[in-house]
């Protein structure tokens, strides 16, 4: 069963998609774990904050109303079917249904002003993910992604890449609207800081990531010669690359003899080896056991993690969180429980750990759902007499750990939760917010694939959220 997939410049498989090899079987033309990696350009660190950064993407768009901009004073086509409940934080109230993330209240900065006019589930997620609208052209024209940006930053330590993306898919024949989502990769930085993809439900029994160790009758001596036969034909064939494509698996493979050489890192990976009563914190599924993971890499020296939400194959309700029907049903049985769980978890983890001031944790949305319920927008998709259309005007994101300003609340909707009321917050003010808690210039020069100047990012930093 396919697992894993690397994505060159345009998401396309560089060479056919395949599992992990074995070490004992790497050729010339074969694929497998080096596909899985990413490589980082060396350059001087800036001065940062939060050493890491997990990104909880929650695809789809949550419905900021039913969840943490609720509005209970509200008409009934507003306001919805749930009550708020208190938090930790005075006068901060936030859905019924999460209950544990209330208790942890004063760990957030909920921004709860967000906005901006896409409604289009496969470009929007380009702006939070980068800051900046999705360009016109193929995916290689892409804005790089924050990963993509640390990775060529040189950040990251050991063979681990710098850059993973946790993408758990269905192979049960579900909608899978997110292969074409913009934002995901390195864009105009080129296929080489492409993140390494992880589309394994990390909660089945056999999850594996990779064979990160090589075969018992593989010896050291073979092993070497392999890399080096690699190494040679890599040598000749760049010649004849024009786009980079050689470059990156060149890169790949370099990263991939690495772990095959350091066990230790490769055990970032297996999940096994944590207690069951911390994996059952997490929750037993897809999303809350790719969290885990998430915390393993990063705490293994990993800088960026993002965990797409995943698709989890179930039929007739919402696909992600886009609750265009059974928006309160699917928000209560299926939803906040799991990221309730899920985020609760990894702020305990990280605090136990030590990690939490030097991890940053962004959850979010691409956009936030319309005001009334079955309300239906120019350019979304529709929605049912219990559901919510999508909705780019107002919307809430979440900040924690790594130097954001626990406890919180940044700017604020209207009592519809329809208009931001103050603070408007486009995308690229999280962004540059995001880059400079990372310890990363907004306004740092960058380049295009001709070399040409470009800034990094054209938002503000909002003091407001920052520690």
Known sequence: ????????????????????????????FGLGLPQLLQARESSAPPKKRAKACIVLFMWGGPAQQDTLDMKPDAPDVYRGEFKP????????????HLPLLAQRAQDMCLIRSMTHTDV?????P???????????????DDWPNYGAVLAKAGRGRGPLPPYVSMMPVSTDGAPRFVEETR??????????????????????????????????????????????LLRAFDARARKYDRQGSLEAMGTHYDRAFSLLNAPAAARAF????????????YGMNAHGQSVLQARRLVEAGVPVVTVFWPNDGITNVSVYWDTHNRNFIDLKTRLCPVTDRAFSALIDDLKARGMFDETLVVWTGEMGRTPKVGQSVPGG?????????????????????GGAKGGTVYGSSDRFAAEPATNPTPPADLAATIYRLLGVDPRTEIHDRLGRPLTLCEGKVIDGVIA
């Open 1 to 28: 069963m396919e697992h894993h997939q690397w994505r060159g410049p345009n998401f396309d498989p560089v060479v056919p998609r395949r599992a992990v090899l074995r070490a004992g079987a790497l050729s010339l």
């Open 85 to 96: 409940i208190a938090t930790t934080v005075p006068g901060l109230r936030v859905c019924e």
């Open 120 to 124: 289009n589930h496969i470009t929007a």
């Open 126 to 140: 380009h702006l939070l993910l980068t800051g900046k609208p999705a360009p016109a052209g193929p995916l290689a």
């Open 183 to 228: 934002g995901q990769g390195a864009g105009i930085y080129g296929p080489v800081h492409n993140p390494m993809r992880i589309d394994a439900d990390a909660s089945k029994p056999g999850y594996r990531v990779g064979e990160f160790e090589p075969r018992a009758d593989v010896t050291a001596a073979q092993l070497n010669d392999r890399e080096g």
């Open 270 to 281: 297996d999940l096994s080896r944590e207690p069951m009563r911390l994996r059952e914190r």
């Open 381 to 401: 998709a529709g929605a049912g007499r219990d559901g919510r259309d999508h909705w780019g005007k107002v919307f809430t994101s979440i900040l924690a750990g």
